[in-house]
């Protein structure tokens, strides 16, 4: 019996120690970071598309510059020709960043359907711009006056094509994203970028 009093001192402890631990607060739990959203926005996209849209403009336009009056006089000196090199290998970069740009686009059903749209529609925009490119280098690479006047009106001819083609593109571009939803055709219509090239040759 004394052993059995002995141990009542002891469990009246534990128990307090027990009750004690059960009143303390629980850690309070760490909260799921928000993730960061990655790639492009639909704004971004947009401007994107546009300025290298724009920008090709202004790469196929700079080509034709000073060849009407190399037309008049058949002069082809080395300064004009490194220079129609040197412009022919911008409007082949140009076109081909326009169409990375267009395949860069946000992840969302409507953006990738648009995407396609507009890779369709490129293609009569990288056509031309590689006719225009193909004939500026061929002026370039002319060795006699009757060669540069050739190609010199074959570039005249091809970069009025181009350019033709970048305005019917960006028309494409605002038709086709005002029907895809409010999202993307606010993007396309509220960025800066996105007006109609109207350079002349």
Do not use: H, Y
Request: hydrophobic share 40%.
């Amino acid at each position: 019996m004394r052993k059995s009093l002995a141990l009542v001192p002891l469990l009246v402890t534990a128990l307090a120690l027990g009750a004690c631990s059960s009143n303390e607060p629980e850690p309070a739990a760490t909260p799921t970071p928000t993730p960061t959203p990655t790639g492009v926005t639909v704004a971004q996209w947009a401007d994107t598309v546009c300025v290298s849209l724009g920008e090709l403009s202004t790469a196929v336009s700079s080509v034709t510059q000073g060849l009407s009056l190399e037309l008049g006089s058949g002069d082809a000196g080395e300064q004009l020709k490194e220079q129609l090199r040197e412009k022919a290998e911008t409007v082949g970069t140009t076109a081909e960043d326009l169409v990375s740009a267009i395949r860069t686009a946000p992840d969302t059903e409507e953006a990738k359907e648009l995407s396609v749209t507009l890779q369709d529609a490129a293609e009569d925009v990288r056509s031309a711009t590689q006719d225009t490119k193909d004939a500026a280098q061929a002026a370039a690479d002319a060795t006699t006056r009757a060669e540069f006047l050739d190609a010199a009106g074959t570039t005249l001819v091809a970069a009025s094509a181009a350019l033709a083609a970048t305005e019917t593109f960006a028309t494409t571009v605002e038709s086709a994203a005002s029907v895809t939803g409010d999202t993307l055709s606010s993007a396309f219509a509220d960025v800066d970028s996105c007006v109609t090239p109207t350079s002349t040759p």
